[in-house]
Nanobody
C-alpha cells in the first residue's frame, strides 16, 4: 500500500504562485508513475499532470502547459507541482496519485493510489 498526503494548498490572488507537495509512505515510489488531478466544484475530477517513474517524461493538460511544472524526488519519496500564473479557473481540490502499468494516464480509473486532496483557491 502507498499512502499519499498532499500539502501546500491555499488562497492566492490571480497571477500568483503555489507549490503543492505530495509525500508518499508505505512503499518507495520509484516504481510508480505519479500524477496530479483536480476537481472543481460541480465538475468531474480531471487530469492535470503526469511524471514517469524516473522523472524523464512529463505531460500536462493543455490549460496548464507553460504554467505548471511537475517534479519528483524519489530519494525523499515526494512529488511536487509548481503552479505559476494562477487563474481563477485553477480553483479546485488537487489530488496526487500513484500508479503502475498505466495505459492511459489521463484516466482517473488507471491510478492505484490517491491522496485526500488539498484545496487551491485563486481569487480573481
Amino acid at each position: 500500500q502507498v499512502q499519499l498526503v498532499e500539502s501546500g494548498g491555499g488562497l492566492v490572488q490571480s497571477g500568483g504562485s503555489l507549490r503543492l507537495s505530495c509525500e508518499a509512505s508505505g512503499r518507495a515510489i520509484d516504481a510508480y508513475a505519479m500524477g496530479w488531478f483536480r476537481q472543481a466544484p460541480g465538475k468531474e475530477r480531471e487530469f492535470v499532470a503526469f511524471i514517469n517513474w524516473d522523472g524523464g517524461r512529463t505531460s500536462y493538460e493543455d490549460s496548464v502547459k507553460g504554467r505548471f511544472t511537475i517534479s519528483r524526488d524519489n530519494a525523499a519519496n515526494k512529488m511536487a507541482l509548481q503552479m505559476n500564473s494562477l487563474k481563477a479557473e485553477d480553483t479546485a481540490v488537487y489530488y496526487c496519485a500513484a500508479g503502475r502499468g498505466l495505459l492511459k494516464y489521463t484516466l482517473e480509473n488507471e491510478w492505484e493510489y490517491w491522496g485526500q486532496g488539498t484545496q487551491v483557491t485563486v481569487s480573481a
